[in-house]
């Protein structure tokens, strides 16, 4: 059974900057996709970054984290990363790594309904 899990979170004043890691035990190749989700209290589940599983150059970003955030795979095929730069307090929130199999690797979704497998999620808090 595919396990993802989170790491890295933590608080951070503003202008800091934060590395999550993610690695996602289980792993198939027909798992095409990842991408890292955020959750405010009160709002609802947004993502945030999501990169093909086969290519690196393949990304899609949040409008409000582009040029800030950066999302990467790692040397092992099961592991994601989420650099967070230059962080603001509206980042704030419960952020989730999850994998996806539903759409073709070109096209790695920013929609919660795209992702089949989920983490437990790392807290991230940014104060001023």
């Known amino acids: 059974q595919v396990q993802v899990l989170e790491s890295g979170g933590g608080s951070v004043q503003t202008g800091g900057s934060l590395r999550l890691s993610c690695v996602i035990n289980?792993?198939?190749?027909?798992?095409?996709?990842m991408g890292w989700f955020r959750q405010a209290p009160g709002k609802e589940r947004e993502g945030v970054a999501s990169?093909?599983?086969?290519?690196?150059?393949?990304?899609r970003y949040l409008d409000s984290v582009k040029d800030r955030f950066t999302i990467s795979r790692g040397s092992a095929e099961n592991t994601v990363y989420l650099e967070m730069n230059n962080l603001k307090s509206e980042d704030t929130g419960m952020y989730y790594c999850?994998?996806?199999?539903?759409?073709?690797?070109?096209?790695?979704?920013?929609?919660?309904?795209?992702?089949?497998?989920w983490g437990q999620g790392t807290q991230v808090t940014v104060s001023s």
């Open positions: 999850a994998a996806g199999r539903t759409f073709p690797r070109e096209i790695p979704p920013l929609g919660k309904s795209g992702y089949n497998y």
């Open positions: 990169i093909s599983s086969t290519s690196s150059t393949n990304t």
């Open positions: 289980g792993f198939h190749s027909n798992i095409r996709y």
